[in-house]
């Protein structure tokens, strides 16, 4: 077994170097070349797996001409990707790297066609797409520069935000990052993709809840803000304008009208409600309101879930 060995990892390595190189088949070919020597490497049967789905699902790709349906079919595959995932045996960084990358660049070649000489500079679907592909690829430098010109174009899209948030994260800007998930996470919760996000920050938070709460996927979005909140990650804020607070306001009212009306959607409401409710108490703390005002929202956090708020007022 042992003589074995090092052919195959040799093999492995060459297999994930042709994936890094959009060469999905060649891979593919090596993979089944170290499965020949050594039937029982793990990782040469999880790897060889991953690749013959992606080669299986990616199979019509050059059937389609639009380089922006082409590039988003790929990269709407990684969802089903991860579920694909959590039936296969073993965990291999090395493997589910050279995939990313192999993913990321394949849809990151359509985009590009799409930019060209500054066309199409202004689209902040395809601007996110691009920062998207750049972070997944970890060129760290180029992946910001689209998202944020992708958020000035969509200043209140929790998907944008949360993604320039993480590359933010993944460079060491921690503060930055903070805001911009907490912000991100306030205005969508919906629309984040958690297994996309990379960044330490919210991988060890989400893992953290998952272990702990066993929320659902759906649940576990809404939730994040309040447990980041509580266990000190989401810890950067900012002053709100008074037209946001009147938003604000009005969206708490809205939510508190919504659970009582709705009591199963409540289940995801009440994180959402919890999450402003804490917003509230912040622009009251930075405004030096009166703190009669402060005690009445955490009354309502109280009534609203016990638990949370025992935490709160730690």
């Given amino acids: 077994m042992m003589n074995a060995e090092q ?4 093999l492995i ?18 993979l089944d070349q170290a499965l020949q020597i050594d039937y029982d490497n793990a990782e040469t049967k999880h790897a060889l797996k991953s690749v013959n789905w992606w080669l299986e699902h990616t199979a019509k790709l050059d059937e389609i001409k639009n380089p922006y349906e082409k590039g988003g079919l790929i990269l709407s595959r990684l969802k089903q990707y991860y579920s694909f995932l959590d039936g296969v045996a073993g965990s ?42 750049y972070k997944g690829v970890g060129n760290y430098d180029e992946a910001p520069k689209y998202l944020e010109q992708a958020v000035r174009f ?16 993944l460079l060491g800007e921690a503060s930055a990052a903070k805001a911009l998930f907490r912000e991100a996470f306030f205005l969508n919760p919906e629309k984040i993709d958690l297994r996309a996000m990379e960044s330490e920050m919210v991988v060890r938070l989400r893992d953290r809840l998952i272990q702990e709460k066993s929320y659902p996927e759906e649940e576990l979005r809404e939730w994040m803000p309040v447990y980041g909140r509580l266990w000190g990650v989401f810890s950067v804020k900012r002053e709100l304008k008074p037209i946001e607070f009147g938003r604000l306001k009005q969206s708490i009212f809205t939510l508190e009208t919504e659970c009582r009306g709705n009591p199963k959607q409540g289940i995801i409401l009440k994180p959402r409600l919890i999450n402003r409710y804490f917003w509230l108490i912040d622009y009251y703390e930075n405004k030096r309101e009166d703190p009669d005002l402060i005690e009445e929202v955490l009354l309502k956090i109280k009534v609203t879930d016990p638990e949370i708020y025992e935490r709160y007022i730690r």
């Fill in 154 to 169: 969509k200043r209140e899209d929790g998907e944008t935000l949360a993604e320039l948030a993480d590359v933010n994260a």
């Fill in 92 to 133: 291999f960084d090395a493997c589910q790297y050279a995939v990313r990358y192999y993913v990321f660049s394949s849809a990151l070649r359509c985009f590009n066609d799409l930019l060209g000489e500054g066309i199409n500079q202004h689209d902040p679907g395809l601007l996110l797409l691009v920062g998207r592909c």
């Fill in 13 to 30: 390595q060459k297999a994930y170097n042709k994936l890094k190189a959009s060469d999905a088949e060649a891979a593919a070919v090596l």
């Fill in 7 to 10: 052919p195959v990892m040799g």
